[in-house]
T-cell receptor, first 110, second 119 residues
Framework: GENVEQHPSTLSVQEGDSAVIKCTYS??????FPWYKQELGKRPQLIID?????GEKKDQRIAVTLNKTAKHFSLHITETQPEDSAVYFC?????????FGTGTSLTVIP | GAVVSQHPSWVICKSGTSVKIECRSL??????MFWYRQFPKQSLMLMAT?????????EQGVEKDKFLINHASLTLSTLTVTSAHPEDSSFYIC???????????????FGPGTRLTVL
């Protein structure tokens, strides 16, 4: 199946700084790339996604960039706030399977 | 928006017993449901993909006789952990994909999860 790698596994930033999380995938047929945020003990929530026909998508402080040639996509969070602290997962669905990255625990220090 | 429920949210059982977890799509029909397992501070590990009316597709390393999945209707999938042991203790999350979607969009609607503790 798809191999999705995510880096870094943990990330600490000062409030107001930017955070970047990167994922690489192996299946060139993947064409949809969502990012999820999961707070402790809760279900993952979709925060942003991108299709392969665009290179970047932005929604307020959150953006996702995609490089299909290199098979990687990144989540960018600007002006981080303490409530951004959570675990973030990327995913790269392929066929009828849905695989998540290993997760990044983001801590925003007030 | 689309709502997926899971029941129970938390269950404690004795070793050797079986536990059934239900995943329901409340306001949409789901041809495909996914079952994940999540250990503390780890990612969601796909266990199996469940299609309505057919046998589930299990990921490598997941015992199909241990984790029985049934997707009898377009709104319900069940995961039964048979002869549970302490190592089966985990957070189990389901998700559902709506039937109207023919391509991947934001169709992964997640349930709230079930925390299983096996004593």
């Amino acid at each position: 199946g798809e191999n999705v790698e995510q880096h870094p596994s943990t990330l600490s930033v000062q409030e107001g700084d930017s955070a970047v999380i990167k994922c690489t995938y192996s299946d060139s047929a993947s064409n949809y790339f969502p990012w999820y945020k999961q707070e402790l003990g809760k279900r993952p929530q979709l925060i942003i996604d991108i299709r392969s026909n665009v290179g970047e998508k932005k929604d307020q402080r959150i953006a996702v960039t995609l490089n299909k040639t290199a098979k990687h996509f990144s989540l960018h969070i600007t002006e981080t706030q303490p409530e951004d602290s959570a675990v973030y997962f990327c995913a790269a669905p392929t066929g009828n399977q849905f695989y998540f990255g290993t997760g990044t625990s983001l801590t925003v220090i007030p | 928006g689309a709502v997926v429920s899971q029941h129970p949210s938390w269950v404690i059982c004795k070793s050797g017993t079986s536990v059934k977890i239900e995943c329901r799509s409340l306001d949409f029909q789901a041809t495909t449901m996914f079952w994940y397992r999540q250990f503390p501070k780890q990612s969601l590990m796909l266990m199996a993909t469940s299609n309505e009316g057919s046998k589930a597709t299990y990921e490598q390393g997941v015992e199909k006789d241990k984790f029985l999945i049934n997707h009898a209707s377009l709104t319900l999938s069940t995961l039964t952990v048979t002869s549970a042991h302490p190592e089966d203790s985990s957070f189990y999350i389901c998700s559902a994909r709506a039937t109207t979607e023919v391509v991947w969009t934001d169709t992964q609607y997640f349930g709230p999860g079930t925390r299983l503790t096996v004593l």
